[in-house]
């Protein structure tokens, strides 16, 4: 089955600066990738996600890439704000109609 | 706010207790997903539902079980619990539940911890 591959599992940036995390995937036949945020005591909420039939997509701050050749998407986050602090989670879909997640990246903004 | 609600939002209990967690999908959303998330954890799939019946199935232990009811709210129910099943579980619920494409919505969780 799919498998998903997250790293960094814990990066700290400078407040200004740009934040990246970086998934890969097993299973060529995923065609979808959202992106998760979590803060502290919520749930996750989507801030981005992108289709196998793209290779970029962007929302003010936030952009993901994918390369399907080499199985793996990516998550930008420009001009961090403190605001931007949680845990992501990339995932993707799976053969079997299951989105499978990785496990995470918590991030931090210094000030 | 997703339009998912989980209740109830904390839970303590003993080990060999059961336990049951509610979900409400948002409205309009036919199928449910539950997942467990430990601590440093990432979110591990449980199982979901399609209008009423099981579509799919994850790492979903023999002690638990899930349904799904008509007016399409879900209850996944935990029993002879063990102090390795604290966790947050979380619902969340899409549209279709075709899973290619679909973007699932989470509630906010809710907080087991057994004694």
């Known amino acids: 089955g799919e498998n998903v591959e997250q790293h960094p599992s814990t990066l700290s940036v400078q407040e200004g600066d740009s934040a990246v995390i970086k998934c890969t995937y097993s299973?060529?036949?995923?065609?979808?990738f959202p992106w998760y945020k979590q803060e502290l005591g919520k749930g996750p909420q989507l801030i981005i996600d992108i289709r196998s039939n793209v290779g970029e997509k962007k929302d003010q701050r936030i952009a993901v890439t994918l390369n399907k050749t080499a199985k793996h998407f990516s998550l930008h986050i420009t001009e961090t704000q403190p605001e931007d602090s949680a845990v992501y989670f990339c995932?993707?879909?799976?053969?079997?109609?299951?989105?499978?997640f990785g496990k995470g990246t918590r991030l931090h903004i210094l000030p | 706010d997703s339009g998912v609600t989980q209740t109830p939002k904390h839970l303590i209990t003993a080990t060999g207790q059961r336990v049951t967690l509610r979900c409400s999908p948002r409205s309009g959303d036919l199928s449910v997903y539950w997942y467990q998330q430990s601590l440093d954890q990432g979110l591990q799939f449980l199982i979901q539902?399609?209008?009423?019946?099981?579509?799919a199935k994850g790492n979903i232990l023999e002690r638990f079980s899930a349904q799904q009811f008509p007016d399409l709210h879900s209850e996944l129910n935990l029993s002879s619990l063990e102090l390795g099943d604290s966790a947050l579980y979380f619902c969340?619920?899409?549209?279709?539940?075709?899973?290619?494409?679909?973007?699932?919505?989470f509630g906010p969780g809710t907080r087991l911890l057994v004694l």
């Open positions: 995932a993707a879909s799976s053969r079997d109609d299951k989105i499978i």
């Open positions: 299973d060529s036949a995923s065609n979808y």
């Open positions: 969340a619920s899409s549209v279709a539940g075709s899973g290619e494409g679909e973007t699932q919505y």
């Open positions: 539902y399609y209008n009423g019946e099981e579509r």
